[in-house]
């Protein structure tokens, strides 16, 4: 078995040359994967310590994993760090499955065993039939080429050294060298989606191709670098083809259709924003519709509007109404802030879309702030006394139909005085006769997405 530490030596420097002389925190369930791992690392003479997890789920079992780990680092004179977790009182706690919860309890603990004792880095004991696991999993799920790279040999702060292997391999070196290990039952149970791929799936598979793991793994390597130049060029399309707006995203729908391979492009494109590749079909439908239509994901929408798809988030927790109490004020919604300031009347009022100045004398408070509503209607400023409605208004300034409903109207006494940023209502207008001036001021939220 010198060949898997052989291979193990070589794989280490070149897939990990920034930790050489470092020191490693090893994951060590007491199972024979991660056992054989800790043995590895101690031939191979790297400086390591060993970090066990109890996550209270299996009783008896779980202690004896503990001590035959806690046992084997005293006898090799290593570090040895353990904790127990209430996983099920935690994972009631959080809402979260046993294994979510089991899983974000071992990391946050690792990180901060890494800080205390110095640490570099945390080694799992991911195997090469682990990776091919994960790869039929994502297959199955539909997560693109950025799930055909399988399990990254870094992520972060932790680190995967045995991927070369396999499970078998990994067995045979603790059967032959008298590596101890204890098995998990729980590995044995077809509960868990990835143990049900593990005896049901990869068994047929290898049954039909003996050598599938190694192959597979082979073709993974080969995926995960295609990767790094697809999203190269994934990169090169969006910046062609995305224009931010403020807190949207405009794409010209002519450019798009020109556009090879389209559907794979406006995945891409739209799969940030929470789209999945079932829905790409229906997005590729809006390119023929009519303004107005859309597809939604849990947080954005694309909406087909005019020449353009437009990809906007969906507000979830902005108040349709808000009343104002006096001046001064500050009124925050989620895409603009909106303040409210009494002055006397300024020797010149500003020309800006974003600020309204009001006859103070001419409102009442409390003032209502809230989203418009079809039948709103108002007299324009400039418009002689003509009655207008806001839907109308909306129309003729070209608001853009995702940026409608995002429209404030500031009322008073049930009049509108002013639609936000886009026109007040005469019978509110600063005149000669104006001793005090309410000025409103809209100011849209820089976004981040």
């Known amino acids: 078995m010198d060949n898997l530490k052989d291979n193990f030596i070589i794989n280490w420097k070149s897939q990990f040359p920034k930790l050489q002389g470092g020191k490693v925190l090893l994951a060590v369930s007491g199972g024979s994967d991660s056992m054989v791992m800790a043995e590895l690392f101690k031939v191979s003479g790297i400086s390591f310590g060993v970090a066990h997890c109890n996550f209270g789920l299996r009783g008896i079992d779980a ?7 806690r046992k084997w680092s005293e006898a090799v004179g290593v570090s040895f760090h353990a904790v127990r977790f209430d996983t099920k009182k935690k994972s009631a706690e959080w809402n979260t499955g046993t294994q979510e919860t089991a899983r974000k309890l071992r990391y946050d603990w690792f990180e901060e065993v890494c800080k205390q004792f110095g640490y570099d880095a945390v080694a799992t004991a991911h195997h090469a039939n682990d990776n091919v696991e994960t790869l039929f999993i994502n297959l199955c799920k539909g997560t693109g080429i950025q799930g055909l790279h399988g399990i990254q040999p870094v992520n972060g702060r932790v680190i995967r050294p045995l991927l070369f292997a396999s499970r078998d391999q990994l067995r045979a070196y603790a059967d032959e060298m008298q590596v101890p290990y204890r098995d998990d039952a729980s590995n044995a149970s077809d509960d868990y989606l990835r143990n049900a791929v593990r005896h049901k799936l990869v068994p047929v598979v290898e049954d039909l191709f003996p050598n599938a793991i190694a192959n597979i793994n082979s073709s993974i390597s080969h995926f995960a670098e295609a990767e790094v130049l697809y999203h190269n060029a994934v990169g090169v399309e969006r910046k062609k083809l995305m224009e931010r707006r403020g807190q949207d995203y405009y794409i010209p729908i002519r450019k798009l259709q020109k556009r090879h391979p389209i559907a794979t492009i406006c995945y891409e494109l739209f799969r940030p924003f929470g789209f999945v590749s079932a829905q790409i079909p229906h997005i590729l439908t809006l390119l023929s519709s009519e303004s107005g239509r859309f597809i939604a994901s849990a947080t954005h929408r694309v909406i087909r509007n005019r020449e353009f798809l437009v990809v906007t988030s969906i507000a979830t927790a902005e108040a349709d109404l808000i009343e104002v109490q006096d001046a001064p004020a500050v009124v925050e919604t989620e895409r603009v802030v909106f303040s409210f300031e009494l002055l006397d009347l300024p020797d010149r009022l ?17 003032l209502v702030l809230r989203k418009w509503r079809i039948g709103d209607y108002l007299y324009p400023l400039g418009m002689g006394m003509k009655k207008k409605k806001v839907s109308r208004l909306l129309i003729d300034r070209k608001v853009a139909i995702h940026d409608k409903e995002h429209v404030f109207v500031l009322e008073s006494d049930k009049r509108i005085a002013w639609v936000a940023g886009i026109r007040l209502d005469e019978r509110i207008k600063v005149t000669a006769a104006t001793r005090r001036v309410l000025r409103v001021t809209a100011v849209p939220k820089l976004y981040r997405f």
């Open 63 to 69: 202690d004896k994993d503990e001590e035959l780990v």
């Open 350 to 366: 500003q020309t800006d879309s974003t600020i309204a100045y009001i006859d103070a004398d001419k409102v009442t408070f409390p």
